[in-house]
């Protein structure tokens, strides 16, 4: 005799066709948005190398943008721990699927978050007569993954607990950082670095 699959087990099959207002609110509940920003002026470009403050910074796709780079800002933001241990413990619960959902939504919020925070900075900026140009993340063409620490330094990420490893693997993993060029002539242009690296990029709605 053959019997109907329950309704978990069909939903398991399928990511997208769990309820989407119960995987965002269950994604809103575990999550902890944090962020820091800090706009800092440039001292001298040599190349490749950006001076800024007391630190330099290898960001060759900044330091080319033509119209001249004033000043850097430096962003962080993160999701908390909590979102992944959740989707962790889903995994370890073997419902794939609904841990799989709340990863694509998790994602989805941190993109959003860091929209967020970039808009912060397009308006700051604006108020001291610059622009935006080219925004980028570390392990993007045109800033190696081996300046995430000083990005995170620059942005002072460490009091919202945004670390890094020696590699330059994010903590908390929900997290993300990058470095916006400044300028007054500078021309706004968007850039599918974050997009490109994300696990999720396939399936993203908010692209």
């Known amino acids: 005799m053959m019997h109907a699959p329950s309704p978990a087990s069909t939903t398991e099959l399928h990511p997208r ?3 989407p207002a119960m ?3 269950e994604a809103r509940a575990s999550a902890s948005p944090a962020f820091s920003y800090r706009i800092v002026p440039v001292v001298e470009v040599r190349g490749e190398i950006i001076a800024v403050c007391t630190t330099t910074l ?4 900044l330091a080319a943008e033509s ?4 000043a850097v800002a430096a962003a962080a933001c ?3 721990t909590a979102i992944q241990e959740r ?3 889903l995994f370890a619960a073997r419902q794939p699927s609904r841990a799989l959902a709340l990863d694509i939504v998790s994602n989805e919020l941190l993109f959003r978050l860091a929209d967020r925070v970039l808009a912060a900075i397009r308006k700051e900026a604006r108020r001291n007569g610059l622009r935006t140009g080219i925004d980028l993340s ?4 045109g800033v190696p993954l081996g300046q995430q620490a000083a990005v995170l330094g620059l942005a002072h990420a460490a009091p919202q607990g945004i670390a890094a490893t020696e590699a330059g693997v994010l903590f908390p993993v929900k997290s993300l950082s990058f470095v916006v060029a400044l300028g007054p002539t500078l021309r ?7 997009c490109n690296c994300c696990p999720s990029r396939d399936r993203c709605t908010v692209k």
């Open 67 to 70: 119209g001249g780079i004033r």
């Open 188 to 194: 706004r242009r968007s850039t599918s670095g974050r």
């Open 23 to 25: 995987i965002r609110c």
């Open 78 to 80: 993160t999701l908390g």
């Open 17 to 19: 066709r769990l309820a």
């Open 138 to 141: 570390p392990g993007d063409p």
């Open 58 to 61: 290898h960001a060759p796709g």
């Open 87 to 89: 989707i962790s413990a």
